[in-house]
């Protein structure tokens, strides 16, 4: 059963404002509601102070319905609130009997092997007058873009989105009843190749999920008289090709303006000369309306320079890595053609580069018609992620004036800023923030521009918190995890990436064998290296579980741990069983052979398969990585996975299977010990992402543990404050050093010019790079096969930035920030931090500054209906005041409810004020 789940967010003048009761009403028109007459459902007064994800719990939904509704909310003192503003929700197509559509191709010829010429579909249909309200419901295989009597439908691009094809197609739904009218009408639709069968992944493969483009689609009209009518695609319509020649994810568009056909989708045009189509089977089963948000344009970049390079090329610089493409004027000649080549930085000399890319073309053309009118270009089916372009064939003088930087992503509403006394990190906040920008396009990819651009399951568990932080990915993450259960293999394994472009392995690996060029074939084998050799990699299969819990968290989302928790539990299961494979034993210390209890915790020591390791550690190469971390990295993240079921199986009210995951964590825990710490805190391999995950899934004996910290910290200290992590480590180092009282520590790595984070901010990056030093300081880059400069899995600092430097955590034990964890950590020089939040239940603030005179001034905002406990930090707990009021501490902390705050504390005599 469908049930909708409503939220509101309260706001009130005093300060420990709650809700102490709420009332829903829906109704069919806001009219019966504003009357309270014929009402769909009134929950009735309901005594909780619950005020997200309260499920509507009416009669059944109907298909096409727009339900109108209303809440009013009572205070903690019982004080009634009036009614809320009116909002509503409208259904989709609810059943596949609502669908009488058929799924049409166009009879057009093509080589299925290349690129071919976007087709272009067309009807014409007459409607009555009156009409009331009107639909277009409609996706395809491929992309399309939708005209209704020549205005575009609707500002949404790379609709109807990449999904799991072959289980679940999205389309989509608009209002298109301003523009269609009495008399005759057009409908015309362009198909571009897109994910369905355009170029993808590191493979760089086509027609992946089919050969064939094709389109569904289905206009549902209302008359004010209350009749109907529909309009559908069936084989009445017609097609033909236009000016799109080429378009590609990957290479980019081709665009002959010359080939334009004016009226095309307007009434009146003739279609004589243009070729039928061919209805195929298609069950609309597999069809859902989108849980995920739209891609549109978001924001434009007027280039900061032009360039003329050593090599004399004309090159434009947009000052910003970005996702997207460029807008172009231009006037000149017919037939003369423009190139736009794509790149994200320059080499060594200053010239144009984009080796990079591998692969992919990421080239613009296009032709001009020649009109004396000035012609704008801009792609539709492509994107780029590009800093630099390179024009070949202008006609005229390059300007800023002749282009724009389109900023392309999924329309994700921002719901976090950091900043801080230190512009270096600001800069880095502002790179993490266009880092995902940049990759969470439809899908949240590894990066935008070279042959690979997929779903990485580690890339985002790495990164998942951060996201929360930045922009309210909620329904995003939500759509990606039902790919990803869709996606999950039969034993649980889960793919490396999501979406899963290469269910049929089998075909795939028949298909790249028989690649012809060099260039094709290392691409084929590292694709074929990532499926079959490296399968469920410990840190990226984790997705599963750690996501899921992250959006839990973050969004106080049951429904989310619902849904996931049987994928989750497979995947648990999967790595069960790959424990139980004993070849681990070759490794243990022969000594140790001869023990009962090493055949004990062998089971639960998980070595088997190979796994992508701790990604891109400094020095570590494809091989090492794959090698050195084996023996540790599986284990621990099997054991953090057993923890997270443990809680996930508590919040979900499944206490069997919470107590199995708590057993199984223990004894996971116990064999990580027994095999690779020692009394003294040493944890073998003596590494950095060792010592950090260990301690951040909780691994070590209380007693240990605090000597492993040490023993992390004088590493770190030893090596110069050099990060020595990849993906996997980077995302926990700061966190668990100050968690164990090394804050001074993690702010040096922060802080550390020369090398990580700000050494790319040092180096004018304005993304984050894949490799900490993709661009060496002599200015040579590291290996062309990787190197992206677009790349957000080490930009996972920012959820340390955000929840340690300016301290907003939530409280685990009370989700969706309804307990907020105020606990701030001055260090590293900085004299003030400050992030806002705008969270599921309202705007938090933390933010402090350091005065001259000794003090931290911190200020915090609480929303309605939410408490926070304030830590103060260690070496700030003396005279404290708030609004003239002192301030009593109880562990070093104050519980306060919800109003804007300013807490002065005094610095005590003698305090460090890096440490905790
Ligand atoms: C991707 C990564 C990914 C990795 C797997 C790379 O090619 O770009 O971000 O996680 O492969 O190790």
Redesign the pocket.
Known sequence: MIQPRLYWKLSSEKRNAMQSAYRVQVALSEESLRNEEDLVWDSGRQETDQSIHVEYRGPLLESRQRYYWRVRVWDESGQEADWSDTAFWEMGLLHPRDWKARMIQPDLVEDREKSEPCPMLRREFELKDGIEKARLYITSHGLYEAWINGKHVGDELFTPGWTTYQKCLQYQTYDVTGLLGKGTNAIGVILGDGWYRGYIS?ACERNVYGTKLALYMQLNITYQDGTTDSVVSDDTWKASTGPILEADMFNGEVYDARLEEAGWNEPGFDDTGWSNVIPVEFSPRILAAPLGVPVRRIEEIGPKEIIKTPAGEIVVDLGQNMTGWIRLKARGPRGTAITMQHGEVLDQKGNFYNKNLRMAKATDRFILKGDDEEEIFEPRFTFHGFRYVKLEGYPGEVTTDCLKGIVVHSDLDRTGEFSCSNPLVNQLSRNIVWSQKGNFLDVPT??PQRD?R?G????LQVFASTACQNMNVASFMTRWLRDLKNDQRKDGAVP?VIPDAFTDREDFARRLLKRRNWRECTNAI?AIF?LFV?DS?AG?GDAAILVPWSLYQHYGDVRILESQYESMRALFRFYEKRARRFGSFLLVNPLKWFRKETWEHLRYYYTAGLH?GD??APGDGLVKSVLKSKWYIPTVYFALDALILHKASVALGRDDNAAYYEAMYNKIKAAFQYFLVKQSGRIWPNRQSAYTLALMADLLPGEVKEKSAGILAGMVRKGDYRIGTG?LGASHICHVLCENGYADVAYELLMNEDYQWLYQVKMGATTIW?HWDAIRENGSFQSAR?L?FN?Y?FGAIGAWLFQDVAGINVDEDEPGYKHILIRPIPGGGLTHAKASYDSIHGLIESEWSLTDDNRLVLRVQVPVNTRARVTIPADYRTRITEGGNSVELTDGAVDIGSGSYVFNCFKREGGNESRT
């Open positions: 590191y590894d990066c690979e997929m990485w399951t580690g890339d490396n590292g990532a490296i990699s990226w992508f990604w891109l993906f894949e990787m992206s790349h899995a």
